[in-house]
């Protein structure tokens, strides 16, 4: 079964700091991993996509990471601010327009 | 890239009644659509493939005459959510894809009282 496991499912930190959150995945084929911002009330924002072949991309504050091999991805976020509090959407697609979604984490980020 | 449209960003409704939910795809021309549904704290969950010019296609438990999908032209689908009831309560999201990217709604928050 096709599944994507976010974790933490919640998370708290000062602004500031930095922190990781976790996807671990099932699906198969893949073709790609995306990480999506999603604040309260809107839709999802692409953060980043990566292919079998990546294994670290940035933009800006955020940086993923990919293991094709143990099925694992990570966000980083550094220096968090306050604008950063949102839930972080772990994507994976596997070819054609079906996309698996995982429950999210919900961040938190407080002055 | 593509940027996509929602409207409206939020509908209150009686119980009942009828609620229309568009979704423009500004510049970037879509022959499929996408539909979910976000419960509080879920993950968004897809509802039905909506296609330009032929029938929706509906993901299982999802039912096709309660949630009526219209996809007219390339830049245009609907979901209406007819005779809803307050389990119909829920956040509606759209998306696009256009090769590796996927674009998404800001949402409507939809409350049926």
């Known amino acids: 079964k096709n599944q994507v496991e976010q974790s933490p499912q919640s998370l708290i930190i000062l602004e500031g700091k930095n922190c990781t959150l976790q996807c671990n995945y099932t699906v198969s084929p893949f073709s790609n991993l995306r990480w999506y911002k999603q604040d309260t009330g809107r839709g999802p924002v692409s953060l980043t996509i990566?292919?079998?072949?990546?294994n670290t991309k940035s933009n800006g504050r955020y940086t993923a990471t990919l293991d094709a091999d143990t099925k694992q991805s990570s966000l980083h976020i550094t220096a968090s601010q306050l604008s950063d509090s949102a839930s972080y959407i772990c994507?994976?697609?596997?070819?054609?327009?079906?996309?698996?979604f995982g429950p999210g984490t919900r961040l938190s980020v407080l002055p | 890239g593509a940027v996509v449209s929602q409207h409206p960003s939020w509908v209150i409704c009686k119980s009942g009644t009828s609620v229309k939910i568009e979704c423009r795809s500004l510049?970037?021309?879509?022959?499929?659509m996408f539909w979910y549904r976000q419960f509080p704290k879920q993950s968004l969950m897809l509802m039905a493939t909506s296609n330009e010019g032929s029938k929706a296609t509906y993901e299982q438990g999802v039912e096709k005459d309660k949630f009526l999908i219209n996809h007219a032209s390339l830049t245009l689908s609907t979901l209406t959510v007819t005779s809803a009831h307050p389990e119909d309560s829920s956040f509606y999201i759209c998306?696009?894809?256009?090769?590796?990217?996927?674009?998404f709604g800001q949402g409507t928050r939809l409350t049926v009282v």
């Open positions: 990566m292919t079998f072949s990546e």
């Open positions: 510049d970037f021309q879509a022959t499929t």
């Open positions: 994507v994976v697609n596997n070819y054609g327009q079906n996309f698996v």
């Open positions: 998306s696009v894809t256009g090769g590796f990217e996927a674009f």
